[in-house]
């Protein structure tokens, strides 16, 4: 079993930056296929970013492309995704997950039911 702990969300004005961070607790983490996906109100549950278990591949979602980037620390089990130039869109709560499979073998890593464990999630609120 693993667990996932979001941390880092909060209330920021647009144009600011928040870094998120998802503590993963399991001895196969590092073989992990991570994601974070958010939701916001209405909205359906959408991929953000996507990192390999190797932190060698990464994909974003279109609409955070050059703004957010994540990364993993495979010795502290953790992943993080650093959001700059924060956009009131960008509110959302934001999910940490995980896939028990290779990234090169995820032909759907932008979709929620790809992923085996998930956190509680972390709000973030962007004020215009």
């Known amino acids: 079993q693993v667990q996932l702990v979001e941390s880092g969300g909060g209330l920021v004005q647009a144009g600011a930056s928040l870094r998120l961070s998802c503590a993963a607790s399991?001895?196969?983490?590092?073989?992990?296929?991570m994601g974070w996906f958010r939701q916001a109100p209405g909205k359906e549950r959408e991929v953000v970013s996507v990192?390999?278990?190797?932190?060698?591949?990464?994909y974003y979602a279109d609409s955070v492309k050059g703004r957010f980037t994540t990364s993993r620390d495979g010795a502290e089990n953790r992943v993080y995704l650093q959001m700059n130039s924060l956009k009131p869109e960008d509110t959302a709560v934001y999910y940490c997950?995980?896939?028990?499979?290779?990234?090169?073998?995820?032909?759907?890593?932008?979709?929620?039911?790809?992923?085996?464990?998930w956190g509680q999630g972390t709000q973030v609120t962007v004020s215009a």
């Open positions: 997950a995980a896939a028990k499979r290779t990234l090169a073998t995820m032909t759907t890593w932008g979709e929620s039911y790809g992923y085996d464990f």
């Open positions: 399991g001895r196969t983490f590092s073989t992990y296929t």
């Open positions: 990192i390999s278990w190797a932190g060698r591949t990464t």
